[in-house]
């Protein structure tokens, strides 16, 4: 049943006949109510579903941070939908149905401000993953007092530890304490917020980590 909220005139929700009606940040909309599938997928669609399955279960556990990283791009969707859009497209290696995810194109932030130059991640005491970067204050939108993201993700866990804003471009250096992960090789990754959080960076991939 449906349920008109605003008059005749105005949007309602739930179903009518065959039309599903909602709101969605605000917007009302209409659709016509899938119908029911009475034959099997093709081809295309189970690699397709194979490849969303894989990439959502990768992201999820970040959905958080993809919910900030992303939100420059997120024109009438979520953040973290457009994570999974991004890296469903260019981040997928493999045939159907062995697909996996390809770690050193994936991003974990996007955006058009100046990552750091030469950044990398290395085992530190304490089971801990130090990340180095070199400050480029000055070159283009960058500026010293810009944030690092961090992300340190354990595939054995399906898990991430990562900031959304730690230490500062300048500082040039930034330890995450990874205990949880001591035993493990892990995939890393760096990118940067501006002060304000209008400006973020693409995300670079700075190689796996074994985790002492």
Same mark, same amino acid.
């Given at each position: ?5 605003? &008059?005749?005139?105005?949007?309602? %929700? #739930?179903?009518? &006949?065959?039309?599903?009606?909602? %709101?969605?940040? &605000?917007?009302?909309?209409? +659709? ?11 081809? *295309? ?5 194979? @490849?969303? =399955? ?5 992201? @999820?556990? $970040? $959905? ?6 992303? +939100? /420059? ?20 290696? #493999?045939?159907?149905? %062995? ?9 974990? %932030? +996007?955006?058009?401000?100046? /990552? ?21 204050? =000055?070159? #283009?939108?960058? @500026?010293?007092?810009? @944030? ?30 990874? *205990? ?16 304000? &959080? ?15």
């Amino acid at each position: 049943m449906g349920r008109i909220s605003k &008059g005749i005139l105005g949007g309602f %929700s #739930g179903t009518v &006949g065959t039309v599903v009606g909602g %709101s969605w940040k &605000g917007i009302d909309y209409m +659709r016509s109510q899938a119908a029911r599938r009475t034959g099997s997928f093709t081809q *295309a669609q189970l690699e397709q579903q194979a @490849k969303f =399955g894989l990439m959502v279960g990768f992201l @999820k556990c $970040m $959905m958080g941070l993809l919910q900030i990283s992303f +939100r /420059n791009y997120a024109i009438q969707m979520t953040g973290y939908n457009n994570a999974v859009s991004y890296n469903l497209k260019n981040a997928i290696t #493999g045939t159907y149905p %062995s697909y996996n995810i390809d770690y050193p194109n994936v991003l974990v %932030s +996007r955006g058009d401000l100046p /990552n750091v130059l030469a950044p990398s991640a290395v085992a530190a005491a304490s089971s801990g993953v130090k990340f180095d970067w070199t400050d480029n204050t =000055g070159v #283009g939108k960058a @500026k010293a007092n810009d @944030k690092a993201i961090l992300v340190v993700y354990s595939p054995a866990q399906n898990f991430a530890i990562y900031t959304t804003g730690s230490a500062a471009r300048s500082a040039a250096t930034e330890t995450l304490n990874c *205990a949880t992960f001591s035993g493990e090789t892990v995939h890393t990754y760096i990118g940067f917020i501006s002060e304000d &959080g209008k400006d973020i960076s693409n995300s670079i991939y700075t190689g796996t980590v074994a985790v002492s």
